[in-house]
């Protein structure tokens, strides 16, 4: 096609897409793609390369929609991150039942090579604030941004404190955080995209932690045709469940603390630091070399069986083991709630961890992730989970369907993982989610991280790897995924493979054990 004729179609297409996203002018919304792909293109990087684009979408409006744009400007390369157009903006903002303002607040990133794909980065915690859209989550060194996918962050439709949950008192605050914000946020940016490139992203893809994980879950259950690829870490998705199985672990403990001069129990004086050491490299003794390598490490998980009765005193305690009240404590704790109410805790080299900027793990029990430390000496778990089955929000936030025939059905792939050292939610969660999805083979995968706390960090863990280029490879390759490589701060230099459930990484007996490449998957 000569330069004259493809620079005239490039104009006539940008006239198209001003008309198309005036709310006066509503053409087939399969008009805009019906220009040669190669051609959209070209018309998209000649838009990015003149940075005329950006500053055009503050105008850009949706038929039916009440959509402000606040902002729309250029951002800078900076370190590996590509220069890129950020938009922010609100989606039907209002005034909720308690006076305050409400909207679904959303940030998108627009890089200026862009690869055609779009990602959704979930949040965490009760959300609350619109953070940077850069898709880093379980993407190794390169996040997606960087990589040229088109991304969007939300505050899930309030504003406030991660852990603020105030706004739960507007109706409609709450089902924009339970699911409904997602979706919209998913329609609106698609076509922000679509605008600003000229094209439609070739793919979608989910990605988050925590309640990014339960998010990514619910685009699986309830948007199952929006993305092509999904993952899910360390879901939040039955936080009422999960929260119970906490307390109990921490009234376990609180039954035999000490006090403290108010007469409340004090559980982090439970275990002394020489206690806490002393579980951890039981735990290793009895379980780090079911993976044919004493590493540190718990690949094995299914093979584990620690008993902490193993390492209790015979006599009165004293330095090297336990009382007997304390081997109950752990036995009790780690079981979980009575009558299957939720699974217990795997035994990990996490349960101890402490310091700055790491989770506490169940062995130093401390403020919960949305309230203060618990001090009760007892726990009703049956009045407890029979409060938490009549809770409607909680039903709402809760992501536990395993009909997903659509998703799968339209060649949706899911991947899973969980820090087994994760002390707000369990992994034995996740892994019986996965187990009653049934046969998924085609479709899922769940990689358990040994270690690793919630959703990252911990003192014995590799917790950086790319699950998001097994995904892509995945959906757009045709390439299974039966293994990520992990590396991580704890073990510099080292590398081991995360494999798909139920295998794990097994020392081959020959090679540098720190080395990914001389590990296998084994059941």
Wanted: aromatic content about 10%.
């Amino acid at each position: 096609m000569p330069p004259s004729a493809k620079r005239g179609l490039c104009a006539n297409f940008a006239v198209l897409a001003k008309l198309r996203a005036c709310p006066l002018f509503a053409p087939s919304p399969n008009l805009l793609f019906r220009i040669p792909g190669v051609l959209l293109a070209s018309c998209a990087l000649a838009g990015a390369a003149f940075g005329q684009s950006c500053e055009q979408l503050t105008k850009f409006k949706i038929s039916g929609t009440e959509l402000v744009i606040a902002k729309a400007e250029l951002t800078p390369a900076a370190a590996s991150i590509p220069a890129y157009c950020r938009v922010d903006g609100t989606i039907d903002p209002r005034t909720g039942v308690d006076g305050k303002p409400y909207g679904i607040g959303f940030a998108i990133a627009l890089p200026g090579n862009w690869n055609g794909g779009f990602l959704f980065q979930g949040g965490g915690g009760l959300n609350g604030s619109v953070a940077r859209p850069l898709g880093a989550q379980a993407a190794g060194d390169i996040p997606a941004l960087a990589r040229g996918f088109a991304v969007v962050t939300t505050d899930s439709g309030h504003k406030g404190a991660v852990f603020d949950s105030s706004f739960m008192q507007d109706q409609q605050a709450a089902l924009d955080f339970a699911y409904i914000a997602v979706g919209r946020v998913t329609q609106v940016a698609k076509l922000i995209v679509a605008q600003y490139y000229g094209a439609a992203a070739k793919h979608s893809y989910f990605d988050g932690c925590s309640t990014g994980g339960r998010e990514a879950m619910l685009v699986a259950q309830r948007y199952p045709a929006y993305f092509d690829g999904v993952i899910a870490g360390d879901p939040a998705m039955r936080t009422g469940y999960s929260n119970l199985a906490d307390a109990w672990v921490a009234v376990a403990l609180n039954q035999i603390a000490p006090k403290d001069d108010a007469g409340k129990p004090v559980a982090s004086r439970v275990f002394s630091d020489s206690d806490k050491k002393l579980i951890v490299n039981s735990v290793l003794e009895q379980c780090d070399a079911a993976d044919g390598l004493k590493d540190g490490m718990i690949f094995n998980m299914r093979a584990c069986h620690f008993d902490p009765a193993r390492i209790a005193c015979k006599g009165a305690k004293a330095e090297g083991c336990l009382s007997s009240a304390q081997v109950g404590a752990i036995q009790k704790g780690f079981a979980g709630p009575p009558k299957n109410v939720y699974p217990g805790f795997p035994f990990d080299t996490g349960i101890a961890a402490s310091g700055q900027g790491v989770i506490p793990g169940l062995l130093n029990p401390g403020p919960s992730p949305v309230g203060g430390p618990i001090f009760s000496l007892e726990l009703d778990v049956e009045a407890a989970a029979a409060a938490i089955a009549v809770n409607s929000r909680t039903a709402l936030t809760d992501t536990v369907s395993t009909d997903l025939s659509t998703f799968s059905g339209h060649g949706g792939k899911l991947i899973f993982y969980h820090g087994l050292s994760d002390p707000w939610f369990s992994p034995l969660d996740t892994l019986g989610y996965y187990e009653r999805l049934g046969k998924v083979s085609g479709w899922s995968r769940l990689y358990l991280v040994p270690g690793m706390g919630h959703c990252q960090g911990g003192t014995a863990t590799l917790d950086r790897f790319d699950a998001l280029s097994a995904l892509v490879d995945w959906v757009e390759k045709g390439v299974a995924p039966d293994s990520i490589v992990a590396t991580g701060k704890a073990f510099p230099g080292r590398s081991r493979p995360l494999c798909a459930y139920p295998k794990y990484a097994h020392y081959k007996d020959q090679g540098d054990p720190e080395d990914a490449k001389n590990f296998d998957c084994r059941e």
